[in-house]
């Protein structure tokens, strides 16, 4: 059964460096995702760390991540906020994607961080595939070991 799980789990990781190769789809991804956590971490000054070979697309999305961030705290809350975002300051930057010698990798997203690395946001699509994976784990032990099938 766990290795059955896991191979799920594999093919999920697969999946998902197939999202970043599509490149208009996952710079509207990276948007996202960091609009995302500016939300979560409300915070003035947020260093946006990603992947060496996504740093172009997050400076190119960042302008236009703080804009869509500052018009939806204006439309929920009526305050007019501001946020400066700095992409991989220092040269700090998330692993690159697997390439299959088992090493530390990210299949891409960012990580928010604010209060000089003192708040964190984890926007990775690993770590949101692995809290999917977990709040999931009932359905799919259920589709996958059913009795009833």
Same mark, same amino acid.
Not at 4 to 33: G, P
Not at 37 to 44: D, F, R, S, V
Not at 54 to 83: F, N
């Given at each position: ?31 996202? /995702?960091? %609009?995302?956590?500016?939300? $979560?971490?409300?915070? =003035?000054?947020? +260093?946006?760390?990603?992947?060496? @070979?996504? *740093? ?28 400066? /975002?700095? %992409?991989?300051?220092?040269? $700090?930057?998330?692993? =690159?994607?697997? +390439?299959?010698?088992?090493?530390? @990798?990210? *299949? ?33 032990r ?8």
């Amino acid at each position: 059964r766990e290795e059955l799980l896991e191979t799920v789990k594999a093919d999920a990781v697969a999946a998902l460096q197939n999202a970043t190769s599509d490149k208009t789809k996952y710079q509207a991804m990276l948007t996202d /995702l960091i %609009v995302q956590g500016l939300i $979560k971490l409300n915070e =003035p000054k947020v +260093d946006v760390i990603v992947r060496e @070979s996504d *740093a172009d697309i997050a400076k190119k999305v960042k302008g236009d991540a703080v804009k869509k961030y500052i018009d939806l705290v204006k439309q929920a809350t009526g305050q007019t906020s501001t946020c400066k /975002l700095e %992409v991989n300051p220092n040269g $700090k930057c998330l692993p =690159p994607a697997a +390439d299959g010698s088992g090493k530390k @990798s990210c *299949a891409g997203g960012v990580k928010l961080l604010a209060s000089n690395g003192r708040i964190v946001c984890d926007n990775t699509l690993d770590s949101r595939l692995a809290t999917a994976f977990d709040q999931l784990m009932p359905e799919i032990r259920s589709t996958l070991f059913s009795t009833n099938v």
